[in-house]
């Protein structure tokens, strides 16, 4: 027993049994001591007083003048100071007596608040159980700056992950924690993971709760309501401001996002071509983490309610009207839209990322979605300059007043060359030449060989209209090369007929037309449907007999008075009657 203190009774207790007669590690056994202290005690080497705490300081106390006094009372009335702060507070009262006591304060106060302040909240360790729970949060990536080519990008990073197993989904999310990323993110793990588990673990996220809300109105928003009841789930969530209580999915942020970005730094840079190639590395480094977990994974999959057959919209409709700007205002970001919409009325679809547009369920426009971001600043443009440049080329000078004249240069280097023509030219030559430079970038997708081009012209003072059209002039059509074609003859056609035995004979002569046609005898003559009869005479005599008596001698009258008449329509229908 190394550890234990030996005193008199544990000696006197094995010299007892040493004059018994015991053996050295028979009377040790008796006094619960080793047999190496019961030998040192045989020889006197023995020091019963080794490992003993001391009673008397062997320093003296730097804090004996305060801390009973003063800072003792100090903490028992709010525990919640701090050494540092104790600190400070006698180096402004006793300047210079306490220089170097910053360690040993606290070590005071972290023994004092273990042994008089409040308990801490315990935190219990959970059991789940398979196919029960599903978490979901939003977590940012901190630390490190992801651009996309070039550019900073903004995200956040939706995690989900199951209870029991540990399985998770990382996907990126361009924009704040809507409903829209939130649905989006949910629907794709459970198609990722195969199943739906019973119940939806979230903090108190604004696009599914109504933190705000009465007492008389639900806890669930309408969208996230109507999603829950299409999976099945059973939405549940922890207290507001306590974010241990959904720990399982807050502790396993700090897992993925150091992995993401030792990833990163193994990769020598944090910038990427494109979104997708940034969500390649993240499911790189999520399939390795669900790979520890394949075994617990298989057998909570057979405990994971189906998938529906269908998906709930992950978007959210909207609907707006394209000005004659060309433009459409979508929470409170003006964007364009291609010119032959002016005047429609358009049906927006809104993904945490895009903008779909439709015109009678057709698609006609799709839009990178943006956000504002910076302090006190709540609307933006998005402007594309392929929208609107075909409208602009018929008036260029608009270029040089239009309140989007920064938006509509693509990049960075089109807005210096914007400079540079400026400074060379007069401000319409100007305008003419970068709104045609423009044009064609759009209409031949040439944006970069058109700024290349724009710049060695430009260094070798030689940009003109004229050599910027000529110079991106489309290629004119090959003419197509006279062809002579040499019919062939129809006796060919005969070789494909198959050959008959019997010689075909002569078609007879043909018989030599009369000079006057015979009527058959049971034929009417034509133009004669019936045989006329007396009662047709009647009716024909009855309608010239009226005719005659409307139509008898008139005087002339003025054309004015002739207008006044009566038309000769209903006469014309007498006569088509005959």
Same mark, same amino acid.
Request: charge should be positive; charged fraction near 25%.
């Given at each position: ?54 009673d008397q300081r062997t320093v003296p106390d730097p804090l004996a003048d305060v801390w009973e006094d003063e800072l003792e009372p100090m903490l028992r009335r709010d525990p919640r ?91 990126i999310i361009q924009g704040g924690e809507s409903f829209v990323a939130l649905s989006e993110g949910l629907q794709n793990a459970f198609a990722a993971c195969g199943g739906v588990p ?153 993904y945490h990322d895009r903008i779909v547009g439709y015109l009678e369920r057709h698609p006609v426009v799709e839009l990178p979605r943006k956000r504002v971001s910076g302090k006190g ?34 990049? =960075? ?5 914007? !400079?540079? @023509?400026? $400074?060379?030219?007069? &401000?319409?030559?100007? %305008? ?65 007929? =198959? ?5 075909? !004979?002569? @078609?007879? $002569?043909?018989?030599? &037309?009369?000079?006057? %046609? ?61």
């Open positions: 027993m190394p550890n234990k203190r030996i005193d008199s009774y544990h000696t006197r207790v094995y010299m007892n049994g040493r004059d018994l007669g015991l053996k050295q590690a028979e009377a040790a056994y008796i006094a619960e001591i080793s047999t190496r202290t019961g030998q040192r005690i045989e020889a006197g080497t023995h020091q019963p007083n080794r490992g003993r705490l001391q100071l701090k050494p540092m702060t104790l600190y400070e507070y006698l180096q402004d009262k006793y300047p210079g007596q306490y220089p170097q006591v910053l360690r040993t304060l606290q070590r005071r106060v972290r023994t004092w608040k273990a042994l008089h302040g409040p308990s801490p909240e315990v935190m219990f360790e959970l059991r789940h159980e398979p196919g029960v729970q599903g978490f979901s949060d939003f977590t940012e990536l901190k630390g490190i700056t992801i651009t996309i080519a070039g550019q900073p990008f903004e995200h956040l990073i939706y995690h989900y992950r199951l209870g029991y197993s540990g399985w998770r989904y990382a996907q019973q119940q939806h673990r979230t903090d108190s996220l604004s696009a599914a709760y109504r933190n705000m809300g009465g007492r008389r109105s639900k806890n669930l928003t309408r969208l996230y309501d109507e999603l829950c009841d299409h999976y099945r789930l059973e939405p549940t969530r922890n207290n507001k401001g306590i974010a241990h209580e959904n720990g399982s999915i807050e502790s396993p942020h700090g897992h993925l996002k150091n992995r993401i970005k030792q990833a990163i730094y193994l990769r020598g840079s944090a910038d990427f071509t494109s979104v997708a190639e940034y969500q390649a590395l993240i499911d790189a480094q999520v399939a390795k983490l669900n790979q520890q977990c394949q075994t617990k994974y298989e057998q909570e999959k057979d405990h994971l309610q189906p998938l529906p057959k269908y998906r709930t919209p992950d978007y959210e409709v909207l609907t707006a009207k394209v000005s004659k700007r060309s433009t459409i205002d979508v929470r409170c970001i003006l964007y364009t839209v291609p010119s032959r919409l002016i005047g429609r009325q358009l049906e927006l679809h809104l600043k709540r609307r933006d443009r998005c402007i594309n300059y392929r929208h609107v440049i075909g409208s602009m080329r018929l008036k260029p000078r608009a270029f040089i007043y239009c309140t989007w004249q920064s938006d509509l240069l693509p990049n =960075p280097e089109y807005r210096q060359i914007w !400079e540079q @023509l400026k $400074a060379q030219f007069d &401000l319409e030559q100007a %305008a003419k030449i970068i709104v045609e430079a423009l044009y064609i970038a759009a209409v031949q997708d040439k944006e970069q060989a058109v700024a290349v081009y724009l710049q060695q012209q430009l260094q070798a003072s030689s940009l003109t209209l004229n050599r910027l059209k000529k110079q991106f002039e489309p290629p004119q059509m090959k003419q197509v090369p006279d062809l002579s074609i040499e019919q062939h003859s129809l006796e060919l056609y005969d070789k494909l007929l =198959p050959s008959c035995s019997v010689p075909a !004979e002569p @078609l007879p $002569a043909p018989e030599p &037309l009369s000079k006057k %046609a015979q009527a058959l005898p049971h034929v009417d003559p034509l133009g004669i449907y019936r045989i006329p009869s007396y009662a047709g005479k009647l009716v024909l005599c009855g309608i010239l007999t009226s005719l005659v008596r409307n139509e008898g001698p008139k005087k002339r009258t003025s054309s004015a008075k002739t207008c006044s008449h009566r038309s000769q329509a209903p006469k014309r229908k007498k006569f088509y009657q005959l």
